[in-house]
């Protein structure tokens, strides 16, 4: 089984609409992120958290909200969902070593 | 100014030459340098690491770091055509204990059999 998971994998919605990313890892890692990829811009970081009570904002976060339910779960969430929006999605986790582990993506399209 | 900055390419090699990726950083204060490879619509994965102190060789990969210019470099020996992707260069940005890898926008590879 896969460390890191997201569902959905894939997700088109129409704008306007309220739309959750989810996020699990059985890595025991304290650590995680969400990432947007859009075309010709690398990975763009939205929020991150340190540990459930610890949650920040990060270079694009409007827009976004997110929830650390437990230390294995982080979702994302898009309170009202716009075309620009449009993008795929990562979550990462990190434990005491440097590296980040990339779940595979969630391809979201906003109509 | 991006804090992270790539030259998108496409840099095409023939098989079995060296390949040889850059990246700049602003944060004079970073302290680690990372190279993920991406395979087209798959999720990035690391390739190696290095700490400001001291450049790194794994196998064909070699990255290399230049403090007082800002940048780090990745080298590819004989490449091969299943090197080609895109690599996204990152650097750990912010303050000390609450850093986050800044990603650079990454330079896609072709290596021609």
């Known amino acids: 089984d896969a460390d890191v998971t997201q569902t959905p994998r894939n997700r088109i919605t129409k704008t306007g609409k309220r739309i959750m990313l989810e996020c699990s890892q059985t890595?025991?890692?304290?650590?995680m992120y969400w990432y947007r990829q859009d075309p010709g811009l690398g990975l763009r970081l939205i929020y991150y958290?340190?540990?459930?009570?610890?949650?920040n904002k990060g270079e694009i976060s409007d827009g976004y909200s997110v929830s650390r339910q437990a230390q294995a779960k982080f979702s994302l969430s898009l309170e009202s969902a716009i075309p620009n929006q449009t993008a795929l999605y990562f979550c990462?986790?990190?434990?005491?070593?440097?590296?980040?582990?990339f779940g595979p993506g969630t391809r979201l399209t906003v109509l | 100014q991006k804090e992270v900055e790539q030259n998108s390419g496409p840099l095409s090699v023939p098989e079995g030459a060296i390949a040889s990726l850059n990246c700049t950083y602003s944060d004079r204060g970073s302290q680690s340098f990372f190279w993920y490879r991406q395979y087209s619509g798959k999720s990035p994965e690391l390739i190696m690491f290095?700490?400001?102190?001291g450049d790194k060789e794994d196998g064909r990969f070699t990255a290399q770091l230049n403090k007082a210019s800002q940048y780090v470099s990745l080298l590819i020996r004989d490449s091969q055509p299943s090197d080609s992707a895109t690599y996204l260069c990152?650097?750990?940005?912010?303050?000390?204990?609450?850093?986050?890898?800044?990603f650079g926008s990454g330079t896609r590879l072709q290596v021609q059999p």
């Open positions: 290095i700490y400001s102190n």
């Open positions: 958290s340190f540990d459930v009570k610890d949650i």
């Open positions: 890595k025991g890692h304290d650590r």
């Open positions: 990462a986790t990190r434990g005491r070593d440097v590296e980040q582990f």
């Open positions: 990152a650097v750990n940005i912010g303050d000390t204990g609450r850093r986050a890898l800044t």
